[in-house]
Each structure stands twice: as C-alpha cells, then as structure tokens.
C-alpha cells in the first residue's frame, strides 16, 4: 500500500535529520537538542562549511525559543508560519538565522498556538528541512500527538530518558511505538541528568534502558539556559559522535 506522504528517511529527502524526543515532558530532550545543533554547526563552522544546521521546535512547549534567546519580543519568527509554504527552499521564510550559526525554526509564540502544530505542519517541516539543509535537528511534538510522524522521517531518534519512576514506566510503550513506526534500527536511548539528587541508581536505570550515551547532571546546563546560551561542551560531543555513528 502506497500513502500520499513520505514514509521513510530516504522518501522524505536526502538531508539527514536527527530528532530529541522525550519519553516524558521534562526528560531534557530540548536542551539535548539546542546542544546538539549548536555543536554541529559549531563543527561545520570549523571545517569551512557554508550550510546551516537547522533546528526546528516542533513541541508545543516550545522551549527551545528562550533557551536560545528568541523571545518573541526580538524574533516574531515562529514554526506555526511555515503553514504557509509552498515549496521546501521556502522554509527559510519561517525561522531565524541565529548569530550562532543556526537556522532555527522556533516553536510557537502563544501557548494558545499550539494546536496549529499539527501532523501534517510536522510532516510539511521535517521534509522542507531534510531537502534544503544537510543536517537538521528536530524536536517533536509527544509522540502520542503529531510527534509519530517526525519519528517516522527522521534518520536518527535519540529517546532522552531521565533517572525518574515516571520515565521509566512510560519507556517501554514509547519504545514499542517506535518499533511500530519503523524505527526499531534507528533509534538510540540518551540517559539524561544521570546522578541527579534524588533521581534513581544509575545501575537501576542502566538495566532498565540499557542507553547508548550517558549525559551526567550537571547544574551548569540548567544555567545555560537560564542565561539564554547553551554552552555544548563535552556532552555535546558524546552526542554528535552518537550521530556520527549513523550517518
């Protein structure tokens, strides 16, 4: 059975894309994926590459906007208006080109806009970014929600877990729907803020997700982004070497 719309990575476009996502709000997937992008363009820069990475926030919490200094007040740019293009070159029109060597599509600006992040604006999104851009970072919506489709495109899922009960009851039907969208290759589990005071043993959560990368709580990510800068760092690089390992 044929669908009307891209069903895989390789259907969606030739760029390679990489989504957060969270097994639970809270996880940490936005600010693993504001690292991510920044490292990445951070590489690119370095080795004289004249492309953008992109970011696009496709939660309705839209948190990448403040950690990353967008607020509304100086970048009216929001995701919701690429509803409006035509034509994948015409995704530029929607986001933001950050001093930081980022095109950032960022999430939308009132909470009652939310709801205009929908399946097919995900799809519209996820595809524009992987035939314009090389490399695109993306945040989705829940799963359960329009996120499904986002997963389903992306070439790379990285699941961020947290040491917290709520995550790990609500990692295995996560789990289980990536299987079902076809992601069972190539999705890789992040443990988050491992160590965090109060959170579970590092080795209870290891045996529960058996995680491909291991971030540590660390206070100063949490002040990157209260201070509207996300410094990447070390952890950054545990990432992108993650990524490398699928491109």
């Known amino acids: 059975m044929r669908f009307p719309f891209p069903t895989t990575p390789e259907e969606a476009g030739r760029g390679f894309a990489v989504a957060f996502l969270s097994a639970v709000p809270g996880a940490g997937a936005t600010t693993l994926a504001c690292l991510t992008a920044l490292a990445l363009a951070e590489s690119e820069n370095s080795r004289g590459g004249n492309r953008l990475v992109a970011l696009a926030d496709l939660h309705p919490q839209g948190k990448a906007r403040s950690y990353l200094g ?113 992601c069972g290759g190539r999705f890789r589990v992040v443990l988050n803020q491992s160590g965090t005071p109060g959170g579970l043993r590092e080795s209870e959560v290891n045996e529960a997700v058996k995680p491909d990368a291991v971030i540590p709580y660390d206070p100063s990510l949490r002040m990157g982004n209260n201070k509207r800068y996300p410094v990447p760092g070390k952890y950054a690089r545990t990432l992108v070497a993650l990524i490398a390992g699928q491109r």
């Open 70 to 182: 967008l607020t509304p007040d100086v970048c009216p740019a929001s995701v919701v208006d690429a509803a409006t293009v035509s034509a994948p070159e015409q995704i530029r029109m929607a986001g933001v080109d950050h001093p930081r060597g980022v095109f950032v599509l960022p999430g939308p600006i009132r909470p009652l806009d939310a709801y205009q992040v929908d399946t097919p604006l995900t799809l519209k999104v996820v595809t524009s970014l992987k035939k314009v851009f090389s490399l695109s970072v993306v945040i989705p919506g829940p799963i359960h929600g329009p996120g499904w489709v986002a997963a389903m495109l992306c070439d790379l899922v990285c699941l961020v877990v947290s040491p917290d009960r709520a995550c790990l009851d609500a990692f295995r039907e996560t789990v289980d729907l990536l299987h079902r969208l076809g």
